[in-house]
Each structure stands twice: as structure tokens, then as C-alpha cells.
């Protein structure tokens, strides 16, 4: 059974820095795609980055600069710093993985997400 679990959520100021987590389990696929969504309260989920196996990313135009994501290939576990902050970055931030084909394509995981964790929050206020 594969799970993604997302941690390092919280409440922080505006111009302020978190790192999120999503460690894996059961997740085997040595070559895949893995991504950061978000859904502010009222909004729909959006896509905010991807990364695959090899290392291609892509990011939303709104966290361009300001998010990093990253990914422990041999743990298959991901990573999105993100840093400065705004309150319009505020939301459920979800992590999200492909089944095994790895490939970013227009900016995000060509065939989709299959597995998907639930969710750490993330409060930016102003």
C-alpha cells in the first residue's frame, strides 16, 4: 500500500521560511514524478511544483523564485522550500506522485497523479 505523508506545516509571518516533507511508504517507482499542490480555503487545488527522477522541475509562475523543490531519489522523499512568504501562499499543501513514468511535461507530471498524501497546512499571515 503506498503513502505519502506530508509534514512541516504551520503558522508563520509574511517574508517568513517553511520546509515541507513528504515522506513515502510503499512507494517503489525508481523513476517517477512527484509534485506540491495546494487548495486555499474556497479556491481549487493548484499546482505548485513538480520534479521527477532526473531532476527536471517546473513551478507555478506565483512561487517562482521564492519555492524550491527537491527530492531524496534513494528515499523518494520530497521536499518544497519555500521562503518570503506571502498570505496568498496560504493553504493545504498536498504532495502527489505519479505511477512510475517520470516524465514533466508543459509543467507538470505528464500522466497524472495517482497517489496523493492528505494534506499539512500552512497559515502566512500578514
Known amino acids: 500500500q503506498v503513502q505519502l505523508v506530508e509534514s512541516g506545516g504551520g503558522s508563520v509571518q509574511a517574508g517568513g521560511s517553511l520546509r515541507l516533507t513528504c515522506t513515502t511508504s510503499?512507494?517503489?517507482?525508481?523513476?517517477?514524478?512527484m509534485g506540491w499542490h495546494r487548495q486555499a480555503p474556497g479556491k481549487e487545488r493548484e499546482l505548485v511544483a513538480v520534479?521527477?527522477?532526473?531532476?527536471?522541475?517546473s513551478y507555478a509562475d506565483s512561487v517562482k523564485g521564492r519555492f524550491t523543490i527537491s527530492k531524496d531519489n534513494a528515499k523518494n522523499t520530497l521536499y518544497l522550500e519555500m521562503s518570503d512568504l506571502k498570505p496568498e501562499d496560504s493553504g493545504v499543501y498536498y504532495c502527489a506522485g505519479d505511477s512510475g513514468f517520470g516524465m514533466v511535461v508543459a509543467g507538470t507530471c505528464h500522466y497524472g497523479f495517482e497517489y496523493w498524501g492528505k494534506g499539512t497546512l500552512v497559515t502566512i499571515s500578514s
Open positions: 520534479i521527477n527522477t532526473l531532476g527536471s522541475r
Open positions: 510503499g512507494y517503489m517507482y525508481s523513476n517517477n514524478c
